[in-house]
């Protein structure tokens, strides 16, 4: 945390330990430089060695060149949370997190408190699987990196006279602003939560939600509703059954009977509880899947060059008809 002391001193703290620097130090952070530069980043330096920056506490701003995700060698979580009230910067209820969930790909997640209220959906190569993106954008283009050090989402701006800020607002609201110059204010480019679909297991398991459709709820091929009476009065949270059992889960361990039902177009399934091969092609991920009885069904972690990699879900589909990616799901 930087702050300003009621002394007048410049002060960097971290977390409940003590002082990391001060302008009244004396010590090895003597001679620093404070410099606000043009990205927006607050940073201070030791000389040439960067100790702080405030792009590593985003606060409720997401700027061009930060991170959200997290530091493997550090620990340092770097997330958006709202203000408390439209008036008042004090921790909010809402955070947007890139998950980092071990026993899972990252995703992007969206919470109100300690409820999951949403997803973007993980990254497909191209773009962000739950976002309405058909063809690159002029304006800004957004990168998914995940190594042995780092897991984060990042973006860019293609033009030097655009300016534009991701906020979450102080009641929930992701929102892209950009400057107009002519009337001097930022105006709403566009809402990352685009439709009723965005929230959380709408149709439960193994439900389909569809933009295009009202209700937007109705369960996949070969399956059925849980709870009759519930779908009929819209509500939809305990989702779909399978009519009949896979051939794998009879005892025999034989899945040759069973097959794939293709589907287009979709956000891929929650990830949290999944399993991905960045080497493997398709062929080889239908492979895996139908070896574990576990897997409801496959895709590709990357669509570009015709796909690569291996994502085996084990979770809700959501029907997202603008959407790129497919996902091929086991029916009998």
């Not at 293709?262 to 398709?282: A, F, G, Q």
């Not at 972690?301 to 690569?308: A, F, H, T, W």
């Not at 085996?312 to 029916?331: F, R």
Request: with cysteine; glycine share 10%; net charge neutral.
């Amino acid at each position: 945390m930087l702050k300003l002391s009621r002394h007048g001193n410049l002060v960097i703290r971290s977390g409940r330990n003590p002082t990391v620097w001060s302008s009244k130090s004396t010590g090895n952070y003597s001679v620093l430089v404070a410099q606000l530069l043009y990205t927006g980043n607050f940073v201070v330096w030791n000389k040439n060695k960067m100790i702080w920056q405030s792009f590593d506490y985003p606060g409720d701003t997401f700027l061009p060149g930060m991170k959200i995700g997290k530091d493997l060698v550090t620990g340092l979580q770097r997330c958006l949370t709202s203000w408390k009230s439209p008036d008042d910067p004090s921790m909010g209820e809402y955070r947007n997190i890139h998950d980092d969930d071990t026993n899972g790909y990252p995703q992007n997640l969206w919470w109100h408190g300690e409820i999951l209220r949403g997803r973007l959906g993980p990254w497909n190569g191209h773009a962000f699987s739950g976002f309405p993106i058909s063809k690159e954008d002029p304006i800004y283009s957004s990168d998914f990196v995940m190594n042995e050090k780092e897991i984060y989402i990042t973006y860019e701006l293609k033009k030097s006279t655009v300016f534009q800020r991701v906020v979450l607002t102080w009641d929930g609201k992701t929102l892209i602003l950009q400057w107009i110059e002519r009337i001097k204010d930022w105006m709403v480019y566009a809402n990352v939560e685009v439709d009723t679909c965005d929230r959380f297991s709408l149709c439960g398991p193994y439900g389909i939600c569809s933009i295009n459709k009202h209700p937007p709820c109705s369960c996949m091929d070969g399956f059925e509703p849980r709870n009759q009476e519930e779908w009929e009065a819209s509500d939809w949270g305990s989702g779909c059954i399978r009519k009949k059992p896979l051939h794998c889960g009879n005892g025999s361990g034989d899945r040759d009977e069973d097959g794939f039902w293709k589907i287009e177009r979709v956000k891929v399934p929650d990830t949290r509880r999944s399993w991905y091969n960045m080497c493997m092609t398709l062929g080889e991920c239908e492979m895996a899947c139908k070896r574990n009885c576990s897997c409801t069904g496959y895709t590709s972690l990357n669509i570009r060059n015709g796909g690569s990699g291996c994502l085996l879900c084990v979770t809700v589909l959501e029907i997202k008809p603008h959407q790129l990616t497919e996902v091929y799901s086991l029916y009998i």
